[in-house]
């Protein structure tokens, strides 16, 4: 059973910073990409951040030079380190690994159950 973990939401006055972090276990499949996503009140959950397999990082425009997705898929972690933050950036952060079985073409997209992030004065 695939389990993901996230950690390290909270409150953070505009300006501050925190570092989000998955842990995930259960892992059967060949990891592809480890991503972040988040979902703020009364909007659709949104694209953060992705980290392939590869080592690639990329972003949505809105995260672009505050935030960094980092880890590790052979340790099965993954994090997003979140500076400057803005009240915008207010939402439920989920972590979702994705991937492919090492036995057959079956596809995986695991989440984790968010983290709040709340940004404000």
């Known amino acids: 059973q695939v389990q993901l973990v996230e950690s390290g939401g909270g409150l953070v006055q505009p300006g501050g910073s925190l570092r989000l972090s998955c842990a995930a276990s259960?892992?059967?499949?060949?990891?592809?990409?480890m991503d972040w996503y988040r979902q703020a009140l009364g909007k659709q959950r949104e694209f953060v951040a992705r980290?392939?397999?590869?080592?690639?990082?990329n972003y949505a425009d809105s995260v672009k030079g505050r935030f960094t997705i980092s880890g590790d898929n052979n340790k099965n972690f993954v994090y997003l380190q979140m500076n400057s933050l803005k009240p915008e950036d207010t939402a439920v952060y989920y972590c979702s690994f994705k991937g492919i079985s090492r036995t057959s073409s079956r596809t995986y997209d695991s989440w984790g159950q968010g983290t709040q992030v709340t940004v404000s004065s």
């Open positions: 980290l392939t397999n590869g080592g690639s990082a």
């Open positions: 259960g892992i059967t499949f060949e990891i592809n990409a």
